[in-house]
């Protein structure tokens, strides 16, 4: 199971990490970062396969993605 | 698979783009092609004033910043000064195609050996809109508010049509809308940036990228339009790719 890690002071709320996830991992939350945007929410209960499609579609490089196979 | 941010992304701080902007994916798809090329250490961009310019901000390499229009003859200029730097020009789709369209066609022309990586969002995106010579037929933007028609704001600029009878050595459309899109944008920067080291002349890359704030549409929304409606008027695919430098 791969693991998702988030640098949420960085993350702007534009959610494009929740719409390409497959496994519904990452979703919008009802939060607010001290900046006034959006947070995204992490949900531990779901299973992150490592497909890397957050990474690669987050424009603030708030996500990585740590395989614990690799 | 792990994936981790390239160390050429300077995350101690972050560039001002609106959220969801494409900007951030496609410095984001630089740093990987030239990290798995193992040439980030010689990569110089050359960043335009406009949303671009924030690009200094999000990647640690080397970079100027040029004039408005003119990133593209300044890269090319940098090039013949230091050859064994690799040039990357980033303008945006109103740089490179209204205010500076006469440093694109003539460096094509001269088939500079530099990459230029156009990010084209159909709009003029810092300045509040407007519409730029690749606004879509229909569009509306703030100087356009009825939507675009080729009789009012003359036909749209299409640079495959224009480049694509000459003699530069690779010209290709990609887009940011899909995760397949992106792993194929990064193939193509890297296949560009080989180019380049291989000494084969100029290669143009436009990416499709979504400017959510401009569109009146959530970053997700904007993802949709260019699937749905840019792409089908500015189709992908690679135009011209010369395999070996012409005698």
Known sequence: MAKVILDMSRCKGCFLCASVCPKEVLTPSKELSSKGFGLIHLNEDKECIGCGACYKV????CIEIIDEKA | MNFKVSKHIDLNQQASWCPG???????????DAADKLGVGDRIVTVDDVACGQFGQYAMDYNSIMGAHGRVVATAAGVKRARPDALLIARPGDGSAYSIGIESTISCAMRNENILTIVINNSVFGMTGGQMSPATLYGMKTSTSPFGRTAERNGSMMDITKLLGQSDMAYLARC???SIANINKTQKCIEKALQKQMNGEGFCLIEILSPCPTNWKMTPAQSMEFIRNTQSKALPLGEFIDRGGKEA
Do not use: A, L
Not at chain 1, 58 to 61: K, T
Not at chain 2, 21 to 31: A, D, E, L, S
């Open chain 1, 58 to 61: 987050c424009p603030d490089y």
């Open chain 2, 21 to 31: 902007c494409g900007h951030g994916i496609i410095c984001r798809i630089i740093t």
């Open chain 2, 175 to 177: 887009s940011v809308d």
